[in-house]
Every structure is written in structure tokens, then in C-alpha cells.
């Protein structure tokens, strides 16, 4: 068991404090009511973000001043990243990264004539794609963001899901909030990935400065929260 829990070195659990405030989430709760009735934290205070552990390099357990809270940290980064990438969106264009050595692709006819008819979307997404005769294209320049990942893959997936050439425009259509959900969950901290004590609070204080946006991109919820007046009904202790 201990081989797939981290241990953070901060001070264990402080003996359960009895706590009547009104407003804590039940166990036998939905998780949508879970989320609204998750408290923010104080962004102002990083000691209000007392880390536990690290479960299977998947979940973060919090010690908050009224309880537990649990967070999925692929579904918490999915949400950082896709609020970062809409903002980015709106403004103008995605945060771009030239490559040294352009990448020359291959496509087939229907994804290359959606790229064809979608220059200028690609272009505000960060990508640099030309023509390079036929259904080739040479790539130049990525979402900074994607820099590491198979950029054709990337760029197949998106031109796949493109019927027709798309509108380009500061509201986010729905083609383009598919793209961008896409393209934020690509970029999103992975379950398995280990992260250091401040790589948990930088996610967990990113994600409470959202507010109550307590789901990922696909309706999952980001984070659980038990308060100790429910962890000790919970235990028979009260």
C-alpha cells in the first residue's frame, strides 16, 4: 500500500476538530452538489493549502480548516489549462513556439482540405501551417503548450473534426470550444505523473482562484471535499 501513497513532510493531522458550521457537504451527497458546496480557498494564504499526500500519483489530499479535500489532478490541471487557453482565445491568439526545423506531414485529401480552408484558425490556435505541395504541409510553429507532444496527431485530430471551414471570432463557437477542451486536455498533468509538494499547491491554487469550477471539460468532478463533521458521523463520532 505504501508504495502507491506519497507522504508529504508537513505535519500529520492535527487532531479532529468538532465543527458545527453550517453548509458541509454529506457523504451520501451528489457529487454536483459536492462542487457547490465546496468552499474556495483563501488565495491570498498559501498556508491554507496544507498537503497530505499524493495517492497513485493521481489524487491530492488537502487538510482545509473545516475538513478534507480530495482532488483529481488530471481533471483540476484539464480545467487550469482550459480556462488558460479560452482567455488566450478571446485575446487573440494561443501562445505560440517557432520550431528550429520545420515538420514536413502527409495528410489525407479530407484532412488536408480542412486545413486548406482553415488557415487562419490553425494560425490563432499557434500553429504555422503552409502548403507544401499536394497534401503536404509544413508545419513552423506549435501552441507552446503542445510543444512536446506528436504535433501531426494533433493537427489530424483537429482537421477531423472540421466539416466545413469554420468562422473564426473572439466568441468561441462550438468547433472551437471542442478544440480547445481537446487541446486542454492534451496539455493537462496526466494521472501517474508524480509532482513535487509545490507543483500540488501551484494546480490547487490555480484551480480555487476559478472560483466554484469544480468539473473538468467533460463533466468530471475536479475535487471532493469531506468536512470533519462528516468524517466523524462518518466514523460514528459524533
Known amino acids: 500500500f505504501k508504495g502507491h501513497v506519497r507522504e508529504i513532510t508537513t505535519p500529520p493531522f492535527d487532531r479532529l476538530k468538532r465543527t458545527r458550521e453550517s453548509g458541509v457537504v454529506g457523504f451520501n451527497q451528489t457529487i454536483s452538489q459536492t462542487q457547490a458546496a465546496a468552499e474556495p480557498f483563501d488565495s491570498k494564504a498559501e498556508a491554507g493549502i496544507k498537503i ?8 491530492i489530499i488537502v487538510e482545509t480548516e473545516k475538513g478534507i479535500k480530495i ?3 488530471h481533471a483540476s490541471s484539464e480545467r487550469v489549462q482550459y480556462e ?3 482567455k ?4 487573440g491568439q494561443l501562445a505560440s513556439q517557432k520550431m528550429l526545423i520545420p ?10 482540405r480542412a486545413v486548406s480552408e ?20 509544413a508545419v513552423s510553429a506549435v501552441p507552446r503548450f503542445l510543444a512536446q507532444h506528436d504535433i501531426k496527431k494533433v493537427i489530424l485530430e483537429i482537421a477531423s473534426d472540421l466539416d466545413s471551414e469554420v468562422e473564426v471570432a473572439d466568441k468561441i463557437s462550438e468547433p472551437i470550444d471542442r478544440i480547445l477542451k481537446m487541446m486542454s486536455c492534451k496539455s493537462a498533468i496526466k494521472f501517474g505523473d508524480q509532482l513535487s509538494e509545490q507543483g500540488m499547491i501551484a ?16 463533466g468530471r468532478p475536479c475535487v471532493v471535499e469531506f468536512s470533519f463533521v462528516e468524517l466523524e458521523k462518518m466514523f460514528k463520532r459524533s
Open 71 to 73: 482532488y483529481d489532478q
Open 118 to 137: 482553415n488557415v487562419e484558425l490553425f494560425l490563432r490556435l499557434g500553429f504555422g501551417v503552409s502548403g507544401f505541395g499536394g497534401n503536404s504541409f
Open 88 to 91: 488566450q482565445w478571446q485575446i
Open 103 to 112: 515538420q514536413n506531414i502527409e495528410l489525407a485529401p479530407a484532412e488536408s
Open 203 to 218: 494546480l490547487i491554487k490555480d484551480l480555487e482562484e476559478l472560483g466554484n469550477q469544480y468539473t473538468c471539460v467533460h
Open 52 to 59: 497530505l499526500a499524493q495517492v497513485q500519483n493521481s489524487y
Open 84 to 86: 488558460k487557453i479560452k
